[in-house]
């Protein structure tokens, strides 16, 4: 059973830093995708950075230069620099095991999603 749990969300002041974890567990794919979504109350869901099993990543604009997606062999990470106020979300980490890359901070298709981590911006 495959499960993502994050961890590393908080309060963060506009223009700090915050690094985001997800622990994955119970996949054996060689090819896959993860990737950070978050949601803003109020907003949809939107994908924010993405990697796959060769270490290839994309990113959604409004986090390219400031935000950073990695990887290890057992976690995901997402290091957030420079927060603005607009990157207050639960952010959520996923998998896809079968089609790998979608459009800019997208997999194609999640199989499996975290619970999500909040992360909340301070002035």
């Known amino acids: 059973q495959v499960q993502l749990v994050e961890s590393g969300g908080g309060s963060v002041q506009t223009g700090g830093s915050v690094r985001l974890s997800c622990a994955a567990s119970g996949y054996t794919y060689n090819n896959f995708c993860m990737a950070w979504y978050r949601q803003a109350p109020g907003k949809e869901r939107e994908g924010v950075a993405a990697i796959d099993s060769d270490g290839v990543t994309t990113y959604v604009d409004s986090v390219k230069g400031r935000f950073t997606i990695s990887k290890d062999t057992e976690n995901l990470y997402l290091q957030m620099n420079n927060l603005k106020p607009e990157d207050a979300a639960t952010y959520t980490c996923?998998?896809?095991?079968?089609?790998?890359?979608?459009?800019?901070?997208?997999?194609?298709?999640?199989?499996?999603w975290g619970k999500g981590t909040l992360v909340t911006i301070s002035s």
């Open positions: 996923a998998i896809d095991l079968h089609y790998g890359m979608g459009s800019a901070g997208e997999c194609g298709q999640v199989d499996y």
